[in-house]
């Protein structure tokens, strides 16, 4: 195993990562907004108002989102599991 084959395996975990991690990212920051945009409308400052929409919005996405997500991280598990004989010489 070389170094660059290290820095291949963190590159790619790391694009993974951010690429499962997006659609709850934006999803939460999308309704934040904008219930930071009607609380700033209706002058209504209460901090746990921003919280239950936001877990709602979040579980939601992971619903739909949840079998894209888990097929996504499935697979590159076993192809990194498939590369590992390549990885050690064999």
């Known amino acids: 195993m070389t170094t660059s084959d ?3 395996i963190a ?3 790391l694009t993974l990562a951010s690429k499962l991690a997006l659609p709850i990212l934006v999803t939460a920051l999308a309704v934040g907004l904008l219930i930071s ?3 700033s409308l ?3 400052q209460d901090v746990t108002l921003t919280f239950v929409p936001k877990l709602i ?3 939601v996405v992971i619903v739909l989102a949840g079998d894209w997500m888990l097929t996504q991280l499935v697979s590159s598990t076993q192809l990194l599991f498939s ?3 390549d990885l050690l010489g064999g």
Do not use: H
Request: net charge neutral.
């Open 42 to 44: 209706t002058q209504v």
């Open 57 to 59: 919005a979040v579980g």
């Open 6 to 8: 290290v820095m291949d």
């Open 37 to 39: 945009l009607l609380q």
């Open 11 to 13: 590159a790619q975990a």
């Open 83 to 85: 590369r590992i004989p």
